[in-house]
C-alpha cells in the first residue's frame, strides 16, 4: 500500500489541498506553486509505478482521488476567488496590489453571508470539479484510454487555468494596456464563458495522445516529440503566457493526429 509512487499520490494530493487552503485566503498568487508541484507529482507516480512495476488497481484508484482535489476542486477554487473578486465594485481600480485584492476577496465572503444575490454567480466556477469528477471516473472504466486520452485531461485544464493567477501575480498597473487586458479576461462575462467551455472538453468524446512512450523512435511518437520541442521553445522565451498556448497546441495536435489515422486507416 505504502509503495512510493503511491507516496507520491498522496503527496499530490496534499499538495492539492495546501493549494484550496491559500486560494480561500486570497492567495491565488501562492496557489498555482503547489498544483504544479502536484502535476509534477501525478507525472511521476505513474512513471515510477511502471518503473517499479508496482501498478495497480489501488494505485490506479488513489490516482483519480488525489486528482479530483489538485486537478478539479483546487482549480475550481481558484477559479471561484478570481470571479468573486472581479465583481467588485472597486476591481478596475486594481493596481496589482495583493494586499487589496485580499481585501475585495473578503469583502464578497462577508457579503455572501448577507446573501446578496451577485454573491452567487462564482459557484459557476464549480463546474470544474463537477465534470472532472466525471472525466476521472469515465477515465477509470474507459478502456479506450489505456495508451491516450478521450477527453481534456483534468491536469492540462488545470494548468490552463492557473495562467489567470499566475498573470495577477506576476503584473500590475506598471504594465499597461498588459495588465489592462488581464483584468478584462478575468471579469465574469469573459471568464465564464471560458469556464464552460473548458468543463465541455473534459467530457468531450475528444481524441488526445498521451505523454507515454512505449519506444523513443521519431516515427512513434512523432507528435509528442513535436509537442515537448515546441513546450522547451516556448516556455523560456514567453513564461506564463506559454502555459494557454501549449494548452491549445496540444488539442491541436491531438486533432492532427487523429485526422492522420483516420487517413491512413481508409487507405487501408
Known amino acids: 500500500m505504502f509503495n512510493l509512487p503511491n507516496i507520491f ?42 518503473l517499479l512495476n508496482q501498478q495497480g488497481e489501488l494505485g490506479k484508484q488513489l490516482d483519480s482521488l488525489a486528482d479530483m482535489v489538485s486537478f478539479g476542486l483546487a482549480p475550481g477554487i481558484v477559479c471561484f476567488v478570481i ?10 481600480k486594481y493596481d496589482g496590489n ?12 462577508r457579503e455572501f453571508a448577507e446573501y446578496k444575490p451577485y454573491t452567487w454567480i462564482p459557484f459557476i466556477s464549480l ?69 464552460l467551455v473548458m468543463s465541455v472538453l473534459l467530457v468531450a468524446e475528444l481524441p488526445l495522445f498521451a505523454l507515454k512512450f512505449k519506444t523513443f523512435s521519431w516515427k512513434e511518437n512523432k507528435i509528442r516529440y513535436v509537442f515537448l520541442i515546441t513546450c522547451g521553445i516556448l516556455i523560456p522565451i514567453i513564461y506564463i503566457w506559454s502555459i494557454p498556448i501549449v494548452v491549445f497546441l496540444y488539442l491541436i495536435l491531438s486533432f492532427i493526429q ?11
Open 83 to 92: 470571479i468573486a473578486v472581479s465583481l467588485h465594485p472597486d476591481f478596475q
Open 258 to 268: 487523429h485526422i492522420l489515422r483516420k487517413k491512413r486507416t481508409h487507405e487501408i
Open 9 to 50: 499520490t498522496a503527496s499530490n494530493l496534499i499538495c492539492g489541498i495546501i493549494a484550496i487552503l491559500y486560494s480561500l485566503g486570497g492567495r491565488i498568487d501562492l496557489a498555482p506553486l503547489f498544483i504544479f508541484i502536484a502535476a509534477l507529482l501525478d507525472f511521476f507516480d505513474g512513471f515510477l509505478a511502471r
Open 127 to 195: 463546474l470544474i470539479p463537477f465534470f472532472s469528477m466525471f472525466r476521472l471516473a469515465k477515465f477509470n472504466i474507459d478502456t479506450r484510454q489505456s495508451e491516450s486520452f478521450i477527453g481534456l485531461p483534468t491536469p492540462a485544464n488545470t494548468l490552463f487555468f492557473m495562467t489567470f493567477p499566475l498573470l495577477l501575480a506576476n503584473y500590475s498597473s506598471k504594465d499597461g494596456w498588459v495588465f489592462d487586458l488581464i483584468l478584462k479576461s478575468i471579469q465574469a462575462n469573459v471568464f465564464i464563458p471560458v469556464i
Open 98 to 109: 495583493f494586499i487589496s485584492f485580499q481585501q475585495m476577496w473578503h469583502d464578497w465572503y
